[in-house]
């Protein structure tokens, strides 16, 4: 009598299935790994161009402060020449405070709205 299985029939075509599952599972599991590599390069990418943006944004945002003050003191400058000093930077600051609230409402507006 022969012991081995024949290569043909039921038990072969169970040992193959199993063959198969375990292939399928063993591709999808580094399939998976793999995946899960590149979205962290990407995020990894993704994360110095944010950075390089958020510094040029800082960098243009304390420009434009300096410009701001820049101008409001040639406002005030321009202004006491008719009315004094003091009254020339109370007005500005009083037009600036003005913007300021405004700005601030309507930010405040459109986070609501969205929330």
């Known amino acids: 009598m022969n012991d081995t299985p024949p290569a043909h029939g039921p038990n072969a075509l ?3 299935i199993g063959e198969l599952l375990d292939k399928i599972a ?3 599991a580094a399939l998976v790994r793999e995946e899960v590599a590149l979205a962290k390069r990407e995020i990894g990418q993704k994360v110095v161009e944010l950075q390089s943006g958020l510094m040029m944004l ?5 420009c434009g402060i300096i410009a701001l003050m820049t101008f409001c003191g040639a406002m005030i400058i321009a202004l006491s020449t008719v009315t004094g000093p003091g ?3 109370f007005v ?3 037009l600036l405070a003005i913007i300021a609230v405004i700005a601030a409402l309507m930010g405040l507006a459109h986070v609501r ?3």
């Open 14 to 16: 169970h040992g193959s």
């Open 26 to 28: 063993s591709d999808s």
């Open 58 to 62: 800082a960098v243009g945002l304390v």
């Open 87 to 89: 009254i020339a930077t």
């Open 92 to 94: 500005i600051g009083v």
């Open 113 to 115: 709205k969205v929330t």
